[in-house]
T-cell receptor, first 108, second 116 residues
Framework: GQQVQQSPASLVLQEGENAELQCNFS?????MQWFYQRPGGSLVSLFY???GTKQSGRLTSTTVIKERRSSLHISSSQTTDSGTYLC??????????FGKGTHLHVLP | GALVYQYPRRTICKSGTSMRMECQAV??????VAWYRQSPQKTFELIAL?????????EQNFTQEKFPISHPNLSFSSMTVLNAYLEDRGLYLC????????????FGEGSKLTVL
């Protein structure tokens, strides 16, 4: 079946360190998104990134469609970055499938 | 901008009763709406994908009899969890996509279901 593999499952950083989150897809994809899930459960869309590199502040997303992978880079992490990050791929059938998430904990 | 309002935010219901949740798209036409469930300690599972003027497609393990969905126009969709039991608890999200948009979903805030 279609799978989205997200790594690492969890990550603990000291404030100021950088983080690299990865997503790999087992099938061809049409596009992908990165989300931050708030403690209450709602999703914040970080990037809609079909291909290439996008940057927003300290966050950078890079998607390489032909290699079926995407990454999210967080530079100079802050304690407020702690939480769950999810990647989601859109298949050619326009279904969106989520990864299991990376639980990030940034220590002061 | 594109927004999706989802309600209710939280519901507590007794086993065997039903819960209905609604999504309203604002600022764009929601040609397709996907409903997801995040069970405790799990990621989001796709329940069904609804596209206006097409049949609703349910994923394996989810049925119309259990999760009936209505998508009557380009701004509104609803889903009901019928005869809810403990295994149905979790966060339900709707994600809507506009016409011509190939993949980006705009999500509501979610409806959290607790079953007693």
């Amino acid at each position: 079946g279609q799978q989205v593999q997200q790594s690492p499952a969890s990550l603990v950083l000291q404030e100021g360190e950088n983080a690299e989150l990865q997503c790999n897809f087992s099938t061809s994809l049409n596009s992908m998104q990165w989300f931050y899930q708030r403690p209450g459960g709602s999703l914040v869309s970080l990037f809609y990134n079909p291909s290439g590199t996008k940057q927003s502040g300290r966050l950078t997303s890079t998607t390489v469609i032909k290699e079926r992978r995407s990454s999210l880079h967080i530079s100079s992490s802050q304690t407020t970055d702690s939480g769950t990050y999810l990647c989601a791929m859109a298949t050619n059938a326009y279904k969106v499938i989520f990864g299991k998430g990376t639980h990030l904990h940034v220590l002061p | 901008g594109a927004l999706v309002y989802q309600y209710p935010r939280r519901t507590i219901c007794k086993s065997g009763t039903s819960m209905r949740m609604e999504c309203q798209a604002v600022g764009f036409q929601a040609t397709s709406v996907a409903w997801y469930r995040q069970s405790p300690q799990k990621t989001f599972e796709l329940i069904a994908l609804s596209t206006v003027n097409s049949a609703i497609k349910y994923e394996q393990n989810f049925t119309q009899e259990k999760f009936p969905i209505s998508h009557p126009n380009l701004s509104f969709s609803s889903m009901t969890v019928l005869n809810a039991y403990l295994e149905d608890r979790g966060l339900y999200l709707c994600g809507a996509r506009g016409q011509g948009n190939t993949g980006q979903l705009y999500f509501g805030e979610g409806s959290k279901l607790t079953v007693l």
